[in-house]
């Protein structure tokens, strides 16, 4: 018999089981508590964070699908459209890392080739505990191999991604996975159920008891018996998928499907009950007829499972023997469970019984909704950094720690692990601000970048959520893309902690400040609460997933630097902020004061103004200078184009720790001609944006100064070494 203590154990609330009881009229039984703790879960229904989201910017001239489908739709010319979208599956990674971080791979897949379009690129932002953890290297190792045995074997290249190490992540790692895809614009499919009587197809794998309570076990917090959790995640078969992708993709080329979903949290639960939500529809289900690959299974089980690889299909009528032609060719499962029906309930039969009928508005609309408490950051005072702790420090060794430092090395050993190249149209791999891939068969390229800045955000949560968009728009325009929208999937500790929740609220409002002035809006994304081990939990962590357009891909930038005796230009003012730069914590252990400052107009300025210069090709080489400041951002260009540089002598009225590490916001390094030099001022005037003029390129060092010189093949050892040797212990 259900009761409130089975509804706890649920994950449900005293008063939502109360609520559950009143809108039936009655107590559910042991199936229908387990689609209302599925539906009502964070994971699924956003009901503490709803009320914040839908102030988000989600539409400019481009925009196509925003929020509310499976993943957002851009709009990239000549009927062409991309959909993108970023997911986390943190929970599953922490407890199992090859398959969590696999089916969130897979997961991600499917919300973008179910709506017509097939996968060109994947990305990733993964974040690790402390390199001291004694978890951390076998966690890290795990998802690595989890996120490149799924995506290689699905043939699609991870042209980007972002490794981040931090302790607030020991008891609860970070992998946000994010796919992008290419459809014709009058090929997009939705997951909207239309018309009556329809029926209402299963296909791909079987079901199995992998991943029960897998959205409700994403909506926890962890305690010590995590590992008992390990039958919730779910297990990948990337070839599976790979079949159900181009079975799915044969049957949407011609004019079958009504709607389509993947079964992905909750499963066949949540995919069916949204399909009718957003239909307006009833649907019926017999449960006898769901594929199974276990016996014994019941309707609680088979409802709640998370096995991976299918989908829910609504049919045209008299079009289910050609869909069963297509996915017997394709060797997968294909079974009419359902219809379409106009009582806008879930109706389920299993032998012969109804084991549930639950109005479909009772799980949707209905479910609860969260005004909840939160406290407001201050913004931290300014920490004044003595300057004679810089007396001692000299500038090569500090810029070799900073270049070795776990947040800045070199990530070849993870993205080599990849394959970034298939496909054919990977035209700027990982380790640059974007990766790009050609849109096959045309001149038009699509840039992506993922992007988080944890510190930043846990400093100030209002300017670490500008900043992390802004960062994003950096990042495509160094490449010369113009950007066009964004996906965030947004990270953080327990909603019911105040300050947990103040800093969901305010990084929310930073984000949709900051992607509302560059026109850069939000079209999909995913929130993850509940990322903490008992009280403790992770820093506040938005990943950003920004998208644009390149439109002749001859017109891409690199980073690396290209020829000597070019001009090198600083982009935007420095004015030489330290606190909570990289400098300030790793090389002072000064962990106090505000983040650097966000001005938005000059960030559309100067990104604008950048574009124009790409446009006309006076770009050689860009970068944007972020994590480490000016020095870290031209050694990166150095080590990449095998080239040095020599730094004019700053006409700077602040200290060169300052000029050199601090971590300003709105800035570029660009290279030009000489040939080029009297037009791109004459630009960089007219458009008001503020330069400085760096130095030179030269042949094999680094000189800043007349004290401080280092050869490129040193900043490479630096840059290079930390993680490999991390790895081989």
């Known amino acids: 018999m259900v009761n409130e203590k089975i509804a706890i154990e649920h994950g449900l609330k005293k008063q939502e089981y109360s609520k559950i009881c009143d809108l039936l009229k009655r107590t559910p039984n042991i199936t229908e508590l387990g689609i209302f703790s599925a539906m009502w879960n964070e994971h699924c229904s956003y009901k503490s964070s709803k009320i ?17 489908e499976n993943a957002g739709i851009i709009d990239i010319e000549d009927n062409d459209a991309i959909v993108f979208k970023i997911e986390s599956h943190n929970h599953p990674s922490f407890i199992e890392p090859y398959q969590g971080a696999a089916t969130g791979v897979g997961g991600i897949m499917r919300d973008v080739f179910t709506m017509g379009a097939r996968p060109i690129a994947n990305l990733n932002s993964i974040h690790f505990g402390s390199p001291e953890h004694k978890k ?23 042209i980007a991604g972002q490794t981040n190490f931090d302790e607030s992540y020991n008891g609860n790692i970070l992998v946000n996975a994010m796919t992008l895809g290419l459809v014709k614009k009058n090929k997009i499919f939705y997951s909207k159920a239309a018309g009556l009587n329809k029926p209402v197809i299963y296909v791909g794998s079987k079901t199995g008891r992998d991943g029960i309570h897998g959205a409700s076990m994403a909506s926890a917090v962890f305690d010590e018996k995590i590992e008992e959790k390990k039958p919730t995640v779910q297990v990948g078969d990337p070839f599976t998928e790979k079949l159900l992708l181009e079975a799915c993709l044969e049957l949407m080329s011609g004019d079958s499907i009504i709607a389509i979903q993947d079964m992905g949290a909750a499963g066949l639960t949540s995919s069916s009950i949204e399909m009718a939500s957003k239909g307006k529809l009833g649907i019926e289900l017999d449960l006898n007829k769901v594929p199974c690959r276990e016996t014994k299974m019941t309707p609680y089980e088979i409802m709640l499972s998370e096995s991976q690889e299918r989908m829910l299909i609504v049919l045209e009528n008299g079009k289910e023997e050609l869909a069963k032609k297509i996915f017997d060719k394709w060797n997968l499962d294909f079974a009419i469970i359902g219809k379409t029906t106009d009582s806008k309930k879930i109706e389920l039969f299993f032998d012969k019984k109804k084991v549930a009928d639950i109005p479909i508005d009772t799980l949707v609309e209905n479910s609860p909704i969260y005004d909840r408490k939160w406290k407001k950051a201050k913004l931290p005072k300014k920490n004044k950094i003595k300057k004679e702790k810089f007396k001692n420090l000299k500038i090569v060794n500090v810029l070799n720690k900073i270049l070795a430092n776990p947040n800045v090395c070199s990530k070849k050993w993870i993205w080599q692990q990849y394959d970034h190249t298939v496909m054919g149209d990977t035209i700027q791999k990982p380790g640059g601000d974007a990766g790009v ?3 096959h068969g045309t001149s038009k390229a699509v840039a992506a970048s993922v992007d988080s800045s944890a510190v930043y955000c846990w400093a100030h949560p209002l300017s670490g959520g500008k900043q992390i968009v802004c960062e994003s728009w950096r990042n495509l325009i160094a490449v010369g893309a113009k950007p066009i929208a964004i996906t965030n999937c947004l990270n953080f500790g327990s909603p019911e902690n105040d300050e947990n929740m103040g800093e969901f609220v305010e990084c929310v409002q930073g984000l949709g400040e900051a992607s509302a002035y560059l026109d850069f809006p939000v079209v999909s994304g995913n929130v993850s609460f509940y990322n903490q081990t008992k009280d403790i939990g992770i820093k506040p962590t938005p990943t950003i997933g920004g998208v644009g357009l390149i439109k002749n891909y001859k017109n891409m930038v690199t980073m690396d630097l290209k020829q000597n005796e070019n001009i090198l230009l600083v982009i935007g003012k420095t004015e030489g902020h330290l606190e909570q730069s990289l400098f300030s914590r790793d090389i002072l252990s000064e962990k106090n004061g505000p983040p650097p400052e966000i001005n938005l107009f000059n960030e559309k300025n100067n990104g604008e103004t950048v574009l124009k210069l790409i446009d006309k090709n006076f770009i050689k080489a860009a970068h944007d200078v972020s994590l480490g400041g000016i020095i870290t951002a031209l050694s990166k260009m150095c080590i990449k184009g095998k080239k040095g540089a020599l730094l004019n002598k700053p006409k700077y009225l602040i200290d060169k720790f300052e000029y050199l590490f601090g971590e300003d916001q709105g800035r570029y390094i660009v290279e030009i001609e000489k040939t080029n030099y009297d037009n791109v001022i004459e630009i960089l005037e007219k458009n ?18 007349e004290k401080s010189k280092v050869s490129i093949d040193d900043l490479n050892k630096s840059h290079n070494i930390w993680l490999n040797n991390f790895m081989s212990k």
């Open 52 to 68: 914040h989201l839908k102030n988000l910017p989600t539409k400019n001239n481009k925009v196509i699908q925003g929020p509310g």
């Open 136 to 158: 951390t290297r076998n966690l890290l190792r795990g998802v690595v191999r989890g996120i490149g045995g799924y995506g290689n074997c699905m043939g699609i290249p991870t």
């Open 688 to 705: 008001s944006v503020h330069y400085d003029e760096l130095g030179i390129v030269n042949d094999n060092d680094l000189i800043i100064d």
């Open 437 to 439: 891939v050609r849109i």
